[in-house]
């Protein structure tokens, strides 16, 4: 059992928690939950190394070669979740290209352009998931994919969802190429998003949460849609206009279009 925080293990472990320097030069990330770290391993990312405190611990003892008992208060320094469930990773970081994500007949795509919140790239990711989409291309990235609080966010889906990250000049060439339509949110546009067809080959793109999208994909994308707002409010949350541009598309494949 590891006691001791000064252990060179824990040490590191706390610098890829906070440093995405560290995450990149090592090439690790920190996965924390059991089901995170159970959709990771199916996934096939290598692992370095499990930690687990039984006075966490909601299941069993993770059965793996690597997995090694920590006492409470270096779990504790180590997890970075308020209420732990006593399972945590360091992985081994996944590539993600462009050439890796594998188009369907009709493929549903999101682009996230310079989204800023950790939560709302894995919510994303999470919705992504959710309606079996094709893929995510993160783009021009504020967002580093492996921070923690993504993998928390995405309750691990950051796994399961072909993801990409790229600049926004590669995925518009990538996208076009592929003949791809680029459907842009943006609270501006004319038209609705329910007016659109969403049944073809889609990609829906959706920018910052501050400024919304750049105006490189408004000026390149092959239209625009709004999503009606009744209150005071002028924009929903980017995480939840993605979720409601992507359910409504997997509404209309599934019903044959509107």
């Not at 909601?58 to 690597?66: A, D, L, S, Y």
């Not at 094709?134 to 504020?142: A, E, K, N, R, S």
């Not at 966010?153 to 990538?174: D, I, K, R, Y």
């Amino acid at each position: 059992m590891i006691t001791s925080l000064q252990n060179p293990q824990i040490k590191n472990v706390i610098k890829l928690r906070s440093k995405k320097q560290e995450r990149d030069r090592q090439g690790l990330m920190i996965i924390e939950g059991a089901r995170e770290v159970e959709r990771a391993l199916r996934a096939g990312v290598e692992m370095e190394q499990i930690y687990f405190c039984t006075d966490f611990l909601v299941g069993e003892q993770p059965p793996h070669p690597r997995a090694e008992q920590t006492s409470r208060e270096v779990f504790e320094k180590i997890s970075y979740r308020e209420h732990p469930d006593g399972i945590l990773a360091v992985g081994r970081a996944p590539t993600r290209r462009l050439s890796d994500i594998s188009l369907s007949q009709a493929p549903l795509l999101v682009v996230a352009e310079s989204i800023e919140k950790p939560g709302n790239l894995g919510a994303i990711l999470r919705s992504a998931d959710a309606v079996k989409a094709d893929g995510v291309l993160v783009c021009d990235q504020c967002t580093d994919v492996n921070n923690p609080n993504v993998i928390r966010a995405s309750t691990g889906t950051v796994f399961t969802v072909p993801l990409a990250e790229c600049g926004s000049e590669e995925a518009l060439q990538w996208l076009k190429k592929n003949s791809i339509q680029i459907v842009a949110a943006s609270p501006a546009a004319q038209v609705e998003y329910t007016d659109v067809d969403l049944s073809k080959p889609t990609a829906i793109v959706v920018g910052s949460e501050q400024n919304g999208l750049s105006k490189k994909w408004l000026e390149q994308c092959d239209l625009q849609v709004k999503i009606p707002m009744g209150g005071i409010a002028d924009s929903l949350n980017v995480a939840t206009a993605t979720t409601i541009l992507l359910f409504e598309a997997r509404r209309q494949r599934k019903s044959g279009h509107k």
